[in-house]
């Protein structure tokens, strides 16, 4: 059975950072990708960023380009989101997602099959 775990989520003032961690379990995921999406009350759930578990690339929503790093950790099972640099509009319930397509790496959550149960992020003004 799969699982997806977060941590890390908080509080935080605006122009801080928070990281993130989606640990993985019951499967591994080597050729798939593995995003983070996020969801503020009253939005959509919107593409966050993207890792190919097998070679690292990734692909970044241009609302967190520059300031969010995704990774993984092969040893630990684990992808990680270091989000510096946080705005208030980056409030939201973040999830974790595996799974999904790699060509191109994919910024869908429908192609994604396993889910999070998410984490909240706040960040105050």
């Known amino acids: 059975q799969v699982q997806l775990v977060e941590s890390g989520g908080g509080l935080v003032q605006a122009g801080g950072s928070l990281r993130l961690s989606c640990a993985a379990s019951?499967?591994?995921?080597?050729?798939?990708?593995m995003g983070w999406f996020r969801q503020a009350p009253g939005k959509e759930r919107e593409f966050v960023a993207a890792?190919?578990?097998?070679?690292?690339?990734?692909v970044y929503a241009d609302s967190v380009k520059g300031r969010f790093t995704i990774s993984r950790d092969n040893a630990k099972n684990t992808v990680n989101l270091q989000m510096n640099s946080l705005k208030p509009e980056d409030t939201a319930v973040y999830y974790c997602?595996?799974?999904?397509?790699?060509?191109?790496?994919?910024?869908?959550?429908?192609?994604?099959?396993?889910w999070g149960q998410g984490t909240q992020v706040t960040v105050s003004s």
């Open positions: 019951g499967r591994t995921f080597s050729s798939y990708a």
């Open positions: 997602a595996a799974g999904g397509t790699t060509w191109p790496l994919s910024r869908i959550g429908n192609e994604y099959p396993y």
């Open positions: 890792i190919k578990w097998g070679g690292g690339s990734t």
